[in-house]
């Protein structure tokens, strides 16, 4: 048995080695966050979530589009229904043919995605310097280092170091990889005014619409984790009785 | 007279059915009375859960099968829909997609127990052979499974993997092209891939059910690698291993839910919540952990068609692991130089899972090389030295002495055997 114990601790000796060296190579890891929805309890802070979807509205969906959203979603952060509707109604979306057969715009509903800035992947590039802004439903998950990446990058904006060769129209960022990011910095302090006046830095305002779009990337999370306490709570009480009875019915033939 | 069967069972229903149709008897004998090594210890769970496993994957597929759209337009949006708006589809998602490595892990156990107390030998072969079948079935449902969301990953990834093929000789593209069902990954691939996979599992369980009889004709091994020789060698089936695996079962299912539950992207990569998109290859395209020791052994050779060779044989070279293996002791636990070895496979196997996970960079293609190269020595050459050059440690009498014996008498005892009943009191 001791060699077993001996191998395994260099095996796992090895292998930290090996992580470690892996590590060194990648670029800045962005700096690890307080969540409200992290650890086995996190739930979303809503109110974080509504300030967030506020920045969305006003900063984000100028440039990034959210297809896999919908109006109606926003229940998931504490919209009631009248607010759904009213936000739903403050854009233009198609809503079919009129007699003539032609295509016509209408007020959204809780029904309709979130509208898209553009109408295109090519639009989008020509308004944006030939970079495309990508789609943020998925953003937190989809990124290696998920919230706290994210948060890095709203919040990475620096000078860049001297000998540091920019290209034209790009912007110097920390936490992205290679540091060149085409997005101009999105977030000022005090760029958003919240009807509560809560507070407004632009920690505060990446904070926020993080929060946000860690919601719309699991929607489930606060369920899903709920669901897993119940879950391993019985599974570890089903364990208990069903090692009672193992020993029991074992008992004769030890 | 027509040939009824003759059954013991008084109650009218199943006495009725069971004279014509045995089932009840066969299940009585072989999961009731079924005679079974008394020594299990809990690596003969793994098993069982592959078992458990394979039904949950089987189970939550189906369902998901139900809201998912083959097409190339389509498919990443309806796993997105299946995530957000079908009822708990998040729920079968997740389980689906931690499922498929919770089955690898299970699987990789199951194997590593067969290594150990070499379950591979006489009179095992087969059952062992099918059991490899088992798991290139797996590998390939696993592969197809993984590029059905559509995802950046998915898609590069069966890019990849498909165009290992194109490393045969002179019929290499032509091979690809027909696997795509065009000049690219894109619809067709996408659409039969997704056929594949709702087809596959039903042949696996299929395969499983052989791989079951066949160990119903030779008995289990077991942790002493000998032969049960009286019935004091073993318990019946049932309740000793139902309730045993039942144990291992629930253990298992925390194991799961926690990665379901609270940790359910940590074995994902985020590219693949990023739509295919045929135009923009990924900084690194790397397959899911379990496939990465192959991965490994595939760039560990600077040539297409040697790489692609090491690979397939390096699962082809399991089929004939019962004659490699010359040694006729079976557990590790009575081979001192074998015991030693298989830990450094298992170790190579780790590190060649850490080099596929990274670029193929300095010291990472010299630990890969080192490490395949080891692999591919351990079965080919140190199997079959040792089983010449190594003296066996004392077996022991039977499988009921070790255990039923007092401690100290009764023969060497291995240190496992004799520290249990210690442990007891």
Known sequence: MRSVRRATVAAALLLAGLFGIAAAQESVPPPKQEWSFGGVFGTYDLAAAQRGFQIYSEVCSNCHSMRLMYYRDLSGIGLNEAQIKAVAASVQVPVGLNDQGEPVNGPGTPASRFKSPFPNDLAARAANNGALPPDLSLIVNAREGGADYVYGILTGYQDPPENFKLQEGMNYNEYFPGHQIAMPRPLQDGQVEFAGGAPNATADEAHDVVTFLAWTSNPELVERKQMGIRAVLFLTLMTGLTYAVKRKIWAEVH | ?425
């Open chain 2, 1 to 425: 007279m027509a040939g009824l069967y003759k059954s013991d069972y008084e109650n009218p229903v199943i006495r009725w059915i069971d004279t014509r149709l045995p089932i009840f008897s066969l299940m009585q004998k072989e999961y009731g009375t079924f005679p079974t090594p008394r020594n299990f210890n809990y690596f003969w769970n793994f098993g069982a859960l592959a078992l458990v496993t394979l039904v949950i994957m089987m189970a939550t597929g189906i369902f998901l099968a139900m809201n998912y759209s083959p097409n190339t337009g389509l498919a990443f949006d309806s796993v997105q829909r299946i995530m957000r708006d079908v009822n708990y589809g998040w729920l079968l998602r997740y389980t689906h997609q931690n499922g498929a490595s919770m089955f690898f892990m299970v699987v990789y156990i199951h194997i590593f127990r067969g290594f150990y107390y070499g379950s591979y030998k006489y009179p095992r072969e087969l059952l062992w052979m099918i059991g490899v079948v088992i798991l290139l079935l797996m590998m390939a449902t696993a592969f197809m499974g993984y590029v059905l969301p559509w995802g950046q990953m998915s898609y590069w990834g069966a890019t990849v993997i498909t165009n290992l093929f194109s490393a045969i000789p002179v019929i290499g593209q032509t091979v690809v092209t027909w696997l795509w069902g065009g000049f690219s990954v894109d619809n067709p691939t996408l659409n039969r891939f997704f056929s594949l996979h709702y087809l596959l599992p039903f042949v696996l369980f299929g395969v499983v059910f052989l791989h079951v009889v066949a160990l119903h004709i030779t008995g289990s091994n077991n942790p002493l690698g000998i032969e049960v020789k009286t019935p004091q060698d073993t318990l019946p089936f049932h309740p000793y291993y139902t309730i045993k695996d039942s144990v291992g079962l629930c253990v298992f299912l925390i194991v799961f839910a926690v990665f379901v539950f609270f940790v359910p992207h940590t074995l994902g990569d985020p590219n693949n919540f990023i739509p295919a998109n045929p135009l923009q290859t990924p900084a690194d395209i790397v397959p899911e952990w379990y496939f990465l020791p192959f991965y490994a052994i595939l760039r560990s050779v600077p040539n297409k068609l040697g790489g692609v060779t090491l690979m397939f044989a390096s699962i082809l070279v399991l089929f004939v692991l019962p004659w490699l293996d010359t040694s006729p002791v079976r557990s590790a636990r009575f081979r001192p130089l074998y015991r030693p070895f298989i830990f450094v496979l298992v170790l190579s196997l780790f590190a060649l899972g850490a080099v596929g996970a990274h670029k193929p960079e300095g010291l990472w293609v010299v630990l890969g090389r080192v490490c395949t190269a080891y692999y591919f020595l351990h079965f080919l050459v140190i199997l079959p030295v040792l089983g010449v050059l190594e003296r066996p440690l004392p077996l022991p009498e039977s499988i009921s002495r070790p255990v039923l014996g007092p401690p100290g008498g009764g023969g060497p005892m291995p240190a496992g055997a004799a520290a249990k009943p210690m442990e007891k009191s």
